[in-house]
């Protein structure tokens, strides 16, 4: 099976812009999670979807949003970017089923590099 | 809310020498527990998982690693190392009875094998 994919990979933006990072799961998994990477915070939850529905959401600003389609691929937007947004996100999929919701297997990650 | 402390930020160990990778977490009745190995510009990789049953977990790479439910302890240990698990490594803890079981990541433990 293929794993997780991301695109793209690395990213430049500007502060004030917006960006758009996708996340292909695994085939038949039907959570994706997603996560901010930096040395300072560590890894971060920011949501998770599960058939099209945000189902947990973590602690972070309204200008982080996401979505999840029918075929379980998954995009997270960020608006208005600043400095601070910089890091490495990560996407993860889980099977979904019982006790393998808690299973997380994750992508290579989307560098963002805001400037 | 469910917390996870690794001790070590950083652990420096010479090729084949044994290593332990400490990692605590809040009291809980009941959690699952992962560790995570993350190589330089890649994502996470599972390593090994306790779900239920035998308190020794193996995981891939030949790592394993002992979950002692007094100690809220989950530590990682592999009997000679290589160069090659240079890598960042991370703890996680999914709380069953607190209604998400998005894991709750610790901040990494860096291990640095030297030849």
């Known amino acids: 099976k293929a794993g997780v994919t991301q695109t793209p990979r690395y990213l430049i933006k500007t502060r004030g812009q917006q960006v758009t990072l996708s996340c292909s799961p695994i085939?038949?998994?039907?959570?994706v999670s997603w996560y901010q990477q930096t040395p300072g915070q560590g890894l971060q939850f920011l949501f998770e979807y599960f058939s099209e529905t945000q189902r947990n959401k973590g602690n972070f600003p309204g200008r982080f949003s996401g979505r999840q389609f029918s075929n379980s691929r998954s995009e997270m937007n960020v608006s208005t970017l600043e400095l601070g947004d910089s890091a490495l996100y990560l996407c993860a999929s889980s099977p979904g089923t019982s006790t393998r919701f808690y299973e997380q297997y994750f992508g290579p990650g989307t560098r963002l590099t805001v400037t | 809310a469910q917390s996870v402390t690794q001790l070590d930020s950083q652990v420096p160990v010479f090729e084949e020498a044994p290593v332990e990778l400490r990692c605590n977490y809040s009291?809980?009745?009941?959690?699952?527990l992962f560790w995570y190995v993350q190589y330089p510009n890649q994502g996470l990789q599972l390593l090994l998982k306790y779900l239920s049953g035998s308190t020794l977990v193996k995981g891939i790479n030949g790592f394993e690693a002992e979950f002692n439910k007094s100690q809220t302890s989950f530590h990682l240990r592999k009997p000679s190392v290589h160069i090659s698990d240079t890598a960042e490594y991370f703890c996680?803890?999914?709380?069953?009875?607190?209604?998400?079981?998005?894991?709750?990541f610790g901040r990494g433990t860096s291990l640095i094998v030297h030849p």
């Open positions: 009291s809980s009745v009941s959690v699952y």
């Open positions: 996680a803890v999914s709380d069953r009875a607190g209604g998400s079981y998005i894991p709750t």
């Open positions: 085939s038949g998994h039907r959570s």
